[in-house]
């Protein structure tokens, strides 16, 4: 995701974390949480949806004034009148159809598709190549697999997991595992439950 901040005209300053194990990485310092100069914005980086939510807000609850940056590579299409939340990351070939609502901390990865009217909730995700019709409703922290695709119109509840290369035509409920074609829920799963 750095690279996209970078090529989005972001200055990348450092990267932080919680232990670091490494001064620098790719040319950039790496320092503890506590080092970075909290006067800029942030971009938390972290793939697993429930983890980038806990590490969002233990820095927002330990730095009130943080602003989070939103990051959408110059390569991405994003319609007329979307609604892109903080913090969020759109990478590059990714669409974001017109009036579509992506949330707080929400990514859309490379060649993802969210198209007009959808929404995609705080801290989901679109994994590469995943692609939705329009009018779709995806819940917080879900995330959609490599190459799945969700038809128009269709709703996905929060914490919901969609294998890759699944097609999902009808609506999911939360917490749950769902993959095939069509996609039909295997299993239920824990709320930050790890999926990669």
Request: some cysteine; overall charge neutral; charged content about 15%.
């Amino acid at each position: 995701m750095w690279g996209a901040a970078v090529d989005s005209g972001w200055q990348v300053v450092a990267f932080a974390d919680s232990k670091p194990t490494q001064r620098e990485f790719k040319g950039i310092k790496v320092v503890r949480e506590a080092e970075l100069p909290w006067t800029g914005s942030i971009v938390v980086a972290i793939g697993l949806n429930h983890i980038r939510k806990e590490v969002t807000e233990r820095l927002t609850s330990q730095f009130p004034e943080l602003q989070f940056a939103t990051v959408a590579h110059p390569t991405a299409s994003i319609g007329y009148q979307a609604q892109i939340g903080p913090g969020a990351v759109i990478l590059q070939n990714a669409t974001v159809g017109s009036t579509a609502t992506v949330g707080m901390g929400a990514i859309i990865n490379s060649g993802a598709v969210l198209d007009h009217e959808s929404f995609l909730g705080d801290f989901a995700s679109l994994a590469p190549g995943a692609k939705t019709g329009g009018r779709v409703r995806i819940g917080a922290e879900s995330a959609i697999s490599l190459g799945a695709s969700v038809s128009h119109g269709v709703c996905i509840g929060p914490q919901t997991v969609v294998g890759g290369q699944s097609f999902v035509n009808k609506d999911l409920p939360e917490n749950s595992v769902a993959f095939g074609i069509p996609a039909r829920v295997i299993r239920s799963r824990q709320p930050n439950e790890n999926y990669l």
